[in-house]
């Protein structure tokens, strides 16, 4: 289980709260260079600034046009490993592909980066199948994080090329969702609707990896415990509208 940070602001609660949440059991932390004006970066970095944790650090950049641009996205790494004060960045995402900028001189950056090893791993955000593949022409990719959740149905090729190709599948917005029946089988497990939500995505590929975000340590906690529920194969199809 992930956790999103898009409303990261940089206050003493939530460096407490980043901490606390790395020790719960989460297996990533996932922010980006335009989040809340680079506060959500600079928090992250001061909450895990030298500490020995568990849970790992994704974020993004070249999310706006024109940001695709070699000299842009190279500034824009070298911000966010000042502020997560960093060596090098687990995965680093390119945040949109740049309709201003050949896609492989923006991928030429990601590469050259990751040759060096200051992003270990590198993924793409709200791409197709086409995209992926004209990326991977050029450098691995390990993560694909696009829009997805039970009712959000739009990716569903890229998830199971995702998980054919061994691509970790991120889907962002995972809980915005609320499909007929969610209700009554969260009753039958005793659990929330939001976990119901989880376990619907953890049972679709076993290469998802979801990131809800909150600011609530208590929200990580029950966010992780959804880990723990298995939908039958029923429950599953329901669903997803009888898609399995």
């Not at 040759?115 to 022409?137: D, F, K, M, T, Y």
């Not at 007929?180 to 969260?186: E, F």
């Not at 600011?215 to 898609?243: C, Y």
């Amino acid at each position: 289980m992930g956790l999103g940070t898009n409303r990261l602001t940089a206050t003493s609660a939530n460096v407490d709260f980043i901490r606390s949440a790395a020790a719960s059991g989460l297996g990533l932390i996932d922010t980006a260079h335009l989040y809340t004006g680079g506060a959500s970066e600079s928090t992250i970095g001061a909450a895990l600034d030298g500490r020995t944790t568990d849970v790992v650090v994704a974020t993004k950049g070249g999310f706006r046009p024109g940001e695709g641009k070699p000299e842009t996205l190279r500034a824009q790494i070298q911000a966010s490993l000042e502020r997560l004060r960093m060596d090098r960045i687990f995965l680093y995402y390119l945040h949109r592909v740049d309709p201003e900028t050949p896609f492989e001189a923006t991928l030429e950056v990601l590469a050259e980066h990751h040759e060096r090893g200051v992003i270990q791993n590198v993924g793409l955000s709200e791409v197709g199948i086409e995209e992926l593949e004209r990326a991977r022409q050029v450098l691995p990719i390990s993560a694909v994080q696009n829009h997805y959740n039970v009712d959000e149905r739009r990716w569903d090729d890229v998830v199971d090329y995702c998980t054919d190709q061994s691509i970790a599948f991120v889907p962002f917005y995972p809980l915005h969702a609320e499909p007929p029946g969610l209700r009554p089988i969260a009753d039958s497990h005793r659990a929330t609707t939001a976990q119901i939500a989880l376990a619907w995505l953890l049972r679709r590929s076993p290469l998802i990896l979801p990131i809800p975000g909150t600011l609530s340590i208590d929200h990580v906690r029950e966010n992780i415990a959804a880990l723990d529920i298995d939908l039958t194969d029923e429950e599953f199809a329901q669903l997803a509208g009888g898609v399995p």
